[in-house]
């Protein structure tokens, strides 16, 4: 039987660039024998590389700052509803109610107590207590509603109040307020702002009605109103010359005092010089 040759060059496949011999150790990382990698000659691997590490990295900038700004809105959220509904920062700019609160102190007042109004509405939260005769209080008076005043609360709705010779009369009975002061004893004139109290005398007629500092009254607290007076009665513009306030002008209760200094000392940084070390931490009462 006659034997079939085969023509290996016809039979053979073509031969591939790179077949038919070993690969270098450095080949198999994916470097020619140059030493230039085969993929992308101009090092675009290693570029690749670093372009994902920087981008990366900018995302680990990115996170970063939004977890500091999703951190500040959260802080500065709950500033806000701490300082509109919780706690707010009062500081006492006049003696009127020396005694008891210093030129120089700073309050913490407790707003939720007597019920915190929402900001920009008329509407208010409910209340957990509601203020009672002796409390000091902050509100806003009636010739003044953009600002805070501090006094303390002596007559609730339907009470008759009246002063004689520097005494307060509740209802006709003298009233103990042992937190008083009385420092001028240089006399006491009519006083055309007290005018207003002739709407609401007990008895009396208003023409016969002359009101001084230190006598006054008979007159009724209406309605949803408050009385309050200074405890430095001699020196506190208070209801007896502005009125009766209303109650959903009460804006909080002082808690204690958390600093306090003498602005009438050191010519040179009194609230550091002057500190009233012994009034920190005071409760207000």
């Given at each position: ?5 085969w ?10 660039a790179?077949?038919?011999r070993p ?16 993929r ?7 570029k ?58 700073f309050?913490?007042v407790n ?13 208010k939260l409910?209340?957990?207590l ?14 003044e ?6 006094k303390?609360?002596?007559g609730?709705p339907?009470d008759?109040?009246?002063m004689r ?8 009975s ?5 937190y008083?002061k ?6 006491d ?8 109290q ?12 002359q009101?001084?500092?230190?006598n ?5 607290v ?34 204690f005092?958390y ?13 550091l010089?002057e500190?009233?070390?012994?009034r ?6």
């Amino acid at each position: 039987m006659p034997r079939v040759r085969w023509d290996e060059a016809e039979e053979r496949p073509p031969a591939v660039a790179g077949q038919g011999r070993p690969r270098a150790p450095f080949s198999l990382l994916g470097y020619s024998e140059g030493g230039v990698r085969e993929r992308g000659e101009n090092g675009s691997v290693v570029k690749e590389i670093l372009v994902r590490q920087k981008r990366e990295a900018d995302e680990g900038v990115l996170a970063g700052v939004r977890d500091w700004a999703r951190s500040l809105f959260v802080a500065f959220v709950l500033f806000l509803l701490i300082r509109s509904f919780g706690v707010e920062a009062f500081k006492i700019p006049t003696a009127s109610m020396e005694g008891t609160l210093l030129v120089g102190d700073f309050l913490l007042v407790n707003k939720a107590v007597y019920g915190a109004h929402v900001p920009g509405t008329d509407l208010k939260l409910p209340a957990f207590l509601e203020p009672e005769r002796g409390d000091v209080i902050v509100f806003s008076p009636p010739h003044e509603p953009a600002r805070n005043y501090v006094k303390r609360l002596v007559g609730l709705p339907l009470d008759t109040l009246e002063m004689r010779d520097k005494h307060l009369y509740l209802n006709g009975s003298p009233l103990y307020e042992p937190y008083a002061k009385h420092l001028d004893q240089r006399g006491d004139a009519e006083h055309p702002d007290m005018r207003w109290q002739s709407n609401h005398l007990v008895a009396a007629p208003p023409r016969e009605y002359q009101p001084t500092r230190d006598n006054w009254g008979p007159i009724i607290v209406p309605r949803d109103r408050y009385f309050v007076l200074g405890d430095n009665r001699d020196n506190s513009e208070d209801s007896r010359y502005w009125g009766f306030i209303h109650r959903d002008a009460v804006r909080g209760k002082p808690w204690f005092v958390y600093y306090s200094f003498d602005p009438r000392g050191a010519e040179r940084a009194p609230w550091l010089r002057e500190v009233r070390w012994r009034r920190i931490g005071a409760a207000v009462r």
